[in-house]
């Protein structure tokens, strides 16, 4: 098998990199925060273990958070087809074999991690995810020792000098597949083996095992973890009905600063497992109701946000008018933007693991949206004879694809608001007024 040469800086890479990282950053995301790269030491061996939740979308947010051209490790069936395995070459990642693919391709993982090793010894930085598989859930699984097979297998073979660094890493996302959602990276404090050394020496699996703990706990700290997973979706439902009051009783103004929202969801959560050692009962009862008003608010197609804000019928008015005088707008963007836009739909629907949609979309998006606003501005240039006219119609594709898109949100979120006021005065709403006031008077209040 051969790995390329992913530990050499590349110009192809240098140059894609920028263009890729401005659509990222700015366009595919609403808001992006990177913060503690300042933990990533410049002059050491360094392992970047994040956590994994949105398949290769995890691996770009760590690209795009550093200045380095940076190599994975990632789990081998993605690499099955050529065409994608030359690319993810490209992209610096490398395959690492589970037992799932066949003892015979265990044994090509000894390559992989010398490989590895070559490359940390070289002081260029290496992101390998410890969970080994994603999950489209705010939980972390149990780590593998992939990390940790690597870090002391280097150690080894520099006499326990290497003085390796691990960075428990946090990738958190407001949502996982929606355009124009929310990302936030945050490197942690660096972890060193030194003080593992000696007990490894003397019990090497113990030791990892130990380690591995440790780097859990790590990861844990920067991230939204919900630990168990019988309860997950209403404890992620009930992040956003506590949030507001959460940030009230922390004396946050700000909730929707994505740091802020990162606070007040960890200690939502603190405060539910607390409930859940405390008082068990009270907890069941309280997942029982979230079940329920969740189930009540599907029925209406509403969001929590709705019940919350119950906004007056003037400002609704202002929306509802908004729209109708924008519908010219709206059709331009939509209609200058429909084939790429709709293109990766046609692989993403066929998808059997929803959590490549935003990769696929993403990939795509930037190669097919520039080609297609580029043959038709030429279009429009081959029937007005004027450069003039396709450069103002090239640069409105963008801007008027974003405002088609800022356009439909605010439809469906109008929407919502008038079948909400529709039906405010029915029983069943009622009581779904009712059940959310109960909710948060239970735990917040």
């Given at each position: 098998m051969k790995l390329g040469k992913v530990e050499k800086f590349s110009v192809r890479y240098a140059v894609l990199k920028v263009y890729a990282k401005f659509v990222h950053d700015k366009i595919f995301y609403k808001k992006v925060k990177y913060f503690g790269a300042?933990?990533?030491?410049?002059n050491k061996p360094v392992l970047i273990a994040p956590n994994h939740q949105n398949a290769l979308m995890d691996a770009l947010a760590i690209i795009f958070a550093l200045d380095k051209q940076i190599v994975f490790l990632a789990r081998s069936d993605i690499f099955q087809n050529p065409i994608v395995a030359k690319i993810l070459f490209f992209l610096k990642i490398l395959p690492v074999f589970r037992m799932r693919d066949g003892k015979e391709k265990l044994k090509l993982n000894e390559k992989i991690y010398n490989k590895t090793i070559q490359i940390l010894k070289k002081k260029r930085p290496v992101v390998i995810f410890p969970e080994a598989q994603h999950i489209d859930k705010r939980h972390l699984r149990r780590l593998k020792k992939?990390?940790?097979?690597?870090?002391?297998?280097?150690?080894?073979?520099?006499?326990?000098?290497?003085?390796?660094?691990i960075i428990p890493t946090g990738?958190?996302?407001?949502?996982?597949?929606?355009?124009?959602?929310?990302?936030?990276v945050c490197f942690g404090k660096p972890l060193s083996l030194k003080d593992?050394?000696?007990e490894y020496k003397q019990d090497p699996a113990k030791t990892m095992l130990k380690f591995g703990n440790v780097l859990h706990e790590k990861i844990s700290e920067q991230?939204?973890?919900?630990?168990?997973?019988t309860t997950h979706d209403e404890?992620?439902?009930?992040?956003?009905?506590?949030?507001k009051y959460i940030a009230e009783k922390l004396s946050i103004k700000n909730i929707k600063d994505l740091v802020n929202k990162i606070i007040v969801d960890k200690e939502t959560v603190r405060m539910l497992d607390e409930l859940k050692d405390e008082k068990p009962g009270d907890f069941k009862n309280l997942m029982d109701d979230a079940r329920t008003y969740s189930e009540g608010l599907k029925k209406f197609k509403l969001k929590d946000w709705v019940l919350e804000k119950a906004e007056l019928?003037?400002?609704l008015f202002r929306k509802i008018l908004l729209l109708i005088f924008a519908v010219p707008i709206y059709i331009y963007g939509v209609l200058n933007n429909i084939i790429p836009y709709?293109?990766?739909?046609?692989?993403?629907?066929?998808?059997?693991?929803?959590?490549?949609?935003?990769?696929?979309?993403?990939g795509l998006g930037i190669i097919t949206f520039p080609i297609f606003y580029l043959i038709q501005s030429f279009i429009v240039w081959l029937l007005t004879n004027s450069f003039i006219y396709a450069g103002i119609y090239l640069i409105s594709l963008p801007v008027f694809g974003l405002f088609a898109f800022i356009y439909s949100r605010l439809y469906v979120k109008t929407s919502a608001q008038i079948r909400f006021n529709r039906n405010k005065k029915t029983d069943e709403m009622k009581k779904l007024i009712n059940l959310r006031e109960r909710i948060i008077a239970k735990t917040v209040k």
């Open positions: 300042e933990n990533i030491p410049k992939s990390i940790q097979r690597v870090a002391f297998k280097l150690e080894e073979d520099s006499d326990y000098n290497a003085d390796i660094q990738i958190y996302y407001s949502n996982y597949w929606n355009f124009r959602s929310k990302l936030y593992y050394i000696e991230i939204i973890n919900i630990k168990d997973l404890y992620d439902f009930l992040l956003e009905v506590y949030d019928s003037n400002k709709f293109l990766p739909r046609l692989i993403t629907k066929e998808l059997k693991d929803r959590q490549f949609e935003s990769s696929i979309v993403y």
